[in-house]
């Protein structure tokens, strides 16, 4: 790669120039834009499943390659994946972060915990194996640091399996030597829930790494700390917080606490950034929602004024249109991404607080299908 030798005044020239030289050889030609998006960004990832790693009872990490070889898009640390599979004849998806560092693009890590009654988690624990060929987006999401407005000065509140986008921020300090400090604060239920505990381990060794782990069911004899991960806790590990970016992911109980408990105690809610949040459990318990509407009732969905089909109006229209064959590309279902948008020709569909699609798609009719809930007979457009 011939480089102008003012690039070498930048950090991590040669790793970039590296980069630069492994993807002409995978067939990148600058000059050729749509090639290059091709390469770099396609629509699509075919992958293959190359290894399944235990973590915990309850967790695996799913190891990606792109099935024809070549390196996989880059991304970064904290954004996520959507994965799409085949549960019987309903074709769906689920978002997953990348756990792995984005310094290693042979591959993405996954790191998968079950979910009572969940259908993609248990179906990818239970069934899929090493040699297996899957689907997926490029990387998605805006949750991950930004040098230029987060600082180098971080504070990451993980619990369960949201510690995967720390893991992949950690891994991507320590493994490229970055001038960044990062405290995670990692909340599980149990010691033998954590996940990566060996690895995060050895990673605290680092010193811009500190990690501190919060247990809120301890065995008899457990001498760390315990309890839940409330502002209190959270600010006695960190110490004042004082315009650190706090980076939040977890289950919707932690983004609540997190957010009420440290703008609570004075920091800034533009220096805390929650991970979108996910299907809700109970939408009928969102305000809003129809008065003595059951999650239960069925009504009419249909596509392009076909016959339609009854479905319970707590599912989402997303899930619904999944069952019909007919759903769009779907992203972080948690109505932040917009790419499952579908235009609601008659009916009305309730939306959670917080999950409004963009003002031109309410003019026109439009709404993130994976948060809309027909809450009367609904027909979308085709
Ligand atoms: C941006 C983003 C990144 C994510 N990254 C990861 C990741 O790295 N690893 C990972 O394991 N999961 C991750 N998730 C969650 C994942 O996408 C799925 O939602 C989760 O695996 C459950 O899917 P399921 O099909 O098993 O459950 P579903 O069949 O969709 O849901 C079954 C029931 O469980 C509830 N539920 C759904 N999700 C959860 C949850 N996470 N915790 C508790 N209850 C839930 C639902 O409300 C429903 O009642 C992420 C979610 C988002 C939005
Ligand atoms: S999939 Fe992202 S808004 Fe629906």
Same mark, same amino acid.
């Given at each position: 790669?011939n480089?102008?030798?003012l690039?070498d005044?930048f950090?991590?020239a040669?790793?970039?120039?590296?980069e630069?030289?492994?993807?002409?050889?995978?067939?990148? #030609?600058?000059?050729? @834009?749509?090639?290059?998006? &091709?390469?770099?960004h396609?629509?699509?990832? &075919?992958?293959?499943?190359?290894?399944?790693?235990?973590?915990?009872a @309850?967790?695996? @990490?799913?190891? $990606?390659a792109?099935?024809d070889?070549?390196?996989?898009?880059?991304?970064?640390?904290?954004q996520?994946?959507s994965?799409?599979?085949?549960?019987?004849?309903?074709?769906? =998806?689920r978002?997953f972060?990348i756990?792995?560092s984005?310094?290693?693009?042979g591959?993405?890590d996954v /790191?998968?915990?079950?979910?009572?009654g969940?259908r993609? =988690?248990?179906?990818?624990?239970?069934?899929?194996?090493?040699g297996d060929?899957?689907?997926? =987006?490029?990387?998605?999401? /805006?949750f991950?640091?930004?040098?230029?407005?987060?600082?180098?000065?971080?504070?990451?509140?993980?619990g369960?399996?949201?510690? %995967? +986008?720390a893991m992949?921020?950690?891994?991507?300090?320590?493994?490229?030597?970055?001038?960044?400090?990062?405290?995670?604060v990692?909340?599980s239920?149990?010691a033998?829930d954590?996940?990566?505990?060996?690895?995060? %381990? %050895?990673?605290?060794?680092?010193?811009?790494?500190?990690?501190?782990?919060?247990?809120s069911?301890p065995?008899?004899?457990f001498?760390?700390?315990?309890?839940?991960?409330?502002?209190?806790? *959270?600010?006695?590990l960190?110490?004042?917080?004082?315009?650190?970016?706090?980076?939040?992911?977890?289950?919707r109980?932690?983004?609540?606490?997190?957010?009420?408990g440290? /703008?609570?105690?004075?920091?800034?809610?533009?220096?805390i950034?929650?991970?979108?949040?996910? $299907?809700l459990?109970?939408?009928?318990?969102?305000?809003g929602?129809?008065?003595?509407l059951?999650?239960?009732?069925?009504?009419?969905?249909?596509?392009?004024g076909? &016959?339609g089909?009854?479905s +319970?109006?707590?599912?989402? $229209?997303?899930?619904?249109?999944?069952?019909?064959?007919?759903?769009?590309?779907?992203?972080?279902? =948690?109505?932040?991404?917009?790419?499952?948008?579908?235009r609601? *020709?008659k009916?009305t569909?309730?939306? +959670? %607080?917080? /999950? #409004?699609?963009?003002?031109?798609?309410e003019?026109?009719g439009y709404?993130?299908?994976c948060?809309?809930?027909?809450?009367?007979?609904?027909?979308?457009?085709?």
């Open positions: 790669v480089a102008h030798p690039t005044l950090d991590h040669p790793a970039v120039r590296a630069i030289a492994r993807r002409e050889a995978e067939g990148v #030609r600058w000059n050729d @834009t749509r090639r290059t998006v &091709e390469l770099l396609p629509g699509h990832l &075919e992958l293959t499943v190359t290894a399944v790693v235990r973590e915990t @309850t967790a695996r @990490t799913f190891r $990606l792109r099935t070889g070549l390196s996989l898009p880059p991304f970064l640390a904290g996520h994946i994965l799409e599979t085949k549960i019987g004849a309903t074709a769906t =998806s978002p972060t756990s792995s984005p310094a290693d693009l591959h993405y /790191t998968v915990r079950r979910v009572a969940g993609v =988690s248990n179906h990818l624990i239970d069934h899929v194996k090493a060929s899957m689907r997926s =987006s490029g990387p998605l999401g /805006t991950h640091h930004n040098p230029v407005f987060h600082g180098d000065d971080l504070v990451f509140l993980a369960g399996t949201g510690v %995967a +986008p992949s921020m950690i891994r991507e300090i320590v493994g490229r030597g970055l001038p960044r400090r990062l405290h995670l990692y909340g239920r149990r033998d954590i996940v990566f505990a060996g690895e995060l %381990a %050895a990673l605290a060794r680092h010193p811009g790494i500190r990690v501190d782990h919060v247990i069911e065995d008899a004899g001498s760390g700390h315990t309890g839940l991960l409330n502002a209190q806790t *959270v600010l006695e960190t110490g004042p917080l004082r315009g650190r970016m706090v980076y939040v992911c977890g289950p109980a932690l983004h609540r606490l997190a957010l009420a440290l /703008t609570g105690a004075g920091h800034p809610r533009r220096r950034r929650c991970e979108a949040d996910g $299907l459990e109970h939408p009928e318990r969102e305000p929602w129809p008065a003595g059951a999650p239960q009732e069925p009504v009419q969905v249909s596509v392009g076909g &016959e089909r009854p +319970p109006c707590g599912r989402t $229209l997303l899930e619904e249109l999944e069952e019909q064959g007919a759903a769009p590309r779907a992203g972080c279902r =948690s109505g932040v991404c917009g790419m499952c948008r579908v609601v *020709v009916g569909v309730f939306q +959670p %607080a917080g /999950t #409004r699609p963009r003002l031109s798609d003019r026109f709404v993130n299908s948060t809309a809930y027909p809450v009367t007979d609904v027909e979308v457009a085709a």
